[in-house]
């Protein structure tokens, strides 16, 4: 099984995570190890606990044991194994350094798209707001939407939206990017230029986590594919073994199977 | 006779500058404290958020008079003896507060949860959250029933008269007490009153629509 081949430390370090709504497990003693410069997608059936997991990263959702940790450091509880919640102020800190961008875009209405990009530049990274007007630009020229600096998020297409949404998340300059179904909630001619935008961030070595429908698009672009089912990892590997034919894992294969004579 | 009412004109004023002195009183003391208690409502923990429910439900549901006489006959039973100008201003405050925090929990909760979300993970506190994300969106479903509210302040600051406070409505019965020109008069005062919720209504009316820009 192919593991991050190399030896150095991984940048994301969840081990035996943990969670449950009431009576329901979502999460079940989940592990996963993230290097540097990987791009690992997770796929798996609804309600098998991906976007939970991913939500867990950024501390948008709590879990109730096991641990996460980014760069040596515990996300949202204080470090030396208390399960003690991290203050508001350093709560932000950890934050700001993973992005996020989401299935329902979620751009700031009352605010441009560089206003967007401007505000966490501003008020988190402390710059001046000339310094983050330009890294705006920048990023938005990144993502084709240089001319659209000034629009608001109504005047944006929903491709356009997202593209702003990723460009908002790594103008923070994120160790790490987490995608949730950043492409479900887009008209199927607009996911092409979303998926673009992520392409060639992998390409620039920007470590992602990405939960995804979007087979072709994990196949072509990740490092490794996690398969998520019932709440754990059911399996883990490069794209052409988990996504191979033949697999053994039974719950992959029904997955597959099904998700084949629905999009293909 | 007409004269006469000529001749109380400064009397009046003076009577409508109270007016509107509790007035403005009431609508920023109410607005303060409103907001405050309408964030601990939404944000706050269990017993604050029981704690401001109590108080807003009680005070909505008590007639704002009867309010009003229990601050200024009711409470000096247990030694607090305010001025019936304080005791009228704070009994107003009391029920425009209850309504205020209504209107915030109103505006905040319709802020979709995404927006929140969107401003943790760039790493916003909560306060820069609340300042930044939540208050610029929540202000335009605000300010309507807050303007309402507004006009409704001015027309209720009318029952300070009856704590014998000389506000322009007092003004305006001591003034026909003496001329007994009661139907000029009244249509005076209701003027004056229409006059500064209009000006009000249509500075909220500019002020909705400098905030229509934002669509969600």
């Known amino acids: 099984m192919a593991t991050s081949s190399n030896n150095s430390p991984a940048l994301l370090d969840i081990a035996e995570v943990s969670k449950s709504f009431g009576p329901v497990a979502v999460l079940r003693s989940v592990s996963l190890q993230v290097a540097k410069g990987e791009v690992v997608t997770i796929i798996g059936p609804s309600g098998s606990g991906k976007t939970t997991l991913l939500r867990c990263v950024n501390f948008l959702e709590s879990y109730d044991s096991g641990s996460i940790r980014i760069d040596g450091k515990e996300v949202g509880y204080r470090d030396a194994g208390t399960r003690q919640r991290r203050g508001e102020r350093d709560l932000a800190a950890m934050r700001a350094e993973t992005g996020m961008v989401f299935q329902s875009f979620n751009l700031f209405p009352h605010l441009t798209a560089a206003g967007n990009i401007m505000l966490g530049l501003t008020k988190v990274r402390g710059k001046s707001s000339a310094e983050a007007r330009s890294i705006a630009e920048h990023w938005l020229g990144r993502v084709g939407l240089a001319h659209k600096a000034d629009s608001l998020p109504a005047e944006l297409s929903g491709g356009q939206q997202q593209r702003v949404g990723i460009a908002r998340a790594v103008a923070m300059e994120p160790k790490i990017l987490l995608l949730d179904e950043i492409t479900s909630a887009l008209d199927p001619e607009l996911v092409g230029e979303v998926l673009a935008v992520v392409k060639s961030l992998a390409e620039d070595g920007m470590t992602m986590v990405m939960v995804t429908h979007e087979m072709a698009f994990a196949r072509d672009a990740s490092s490794r594919i996690v398969f998520m089912a019932d709440g754990g990892v059911s399996a883990v590997g490069p794209p052409k073994e988990v996504l191979a034919a033949e697999t053994t894992n039974e719950r992959l294969r029904t997955f597959l199977a099904r998700f084949r004579a629905s999009h293909f | ?216």
């Open chain 2, 1 to 216: 006779m007409l004269s006469q009412t000529l001749y109380a004109l400064p009397f009046l004023a003076e009577g409508f500058a109270l007016t509107l002195w509790v007035s403005l009183l009431v609508v920023v003391l109410s607005l303060i404290a409103g907001v405050l208690l309408g964030v601990g409502l939404v944000y706050g923990p269990a017993p604050l958020r029981w704690a401001v429910r109590i108080f807003s439900d009680t005070i909505r549901g008590i007639p704002i008079l009867v309010l009003m006489f229990f601050v200024y006959y009711g409470l000096p039973a247990v030694g607090l003896h305010l001025q019936s100008f304080w005791a009228a201003v704070l009994a107003l405050t009391l029920f425009k507060t209850a309504q205020v925090v209504e209107y915030v929990r109103g505006a905040v909760a319709s802020i979709p949860k995404g927006q929140s979300e969107a401003a943790m993970a760039i790493g916003l506190t909560f306060r820069q959250r609340l300042t930044s994300v939540i208050f610029p969106q929540a202000f335009r479903r605000f300010l309507p029933p807050w303007i309402n509210g507004v006009t409704d302040a001015v027309k209720g600051s009318a029952l300070v008269s009856l704590l014998g406070i000389t506000d322009l409505m007092q003004a305006i019965n001591q003034v026909i007490g003496r001329t007994y020109e009661a139907m000029p008069l009244y249509i005076l005062g209701a003027l004056i009153y229409f006059a500064v919720n209009y000006a009000l209504s249509y500075a909220s009316r500019r002020l909705e629509r400098r905030f229509a820009f934002i669509r969600d």
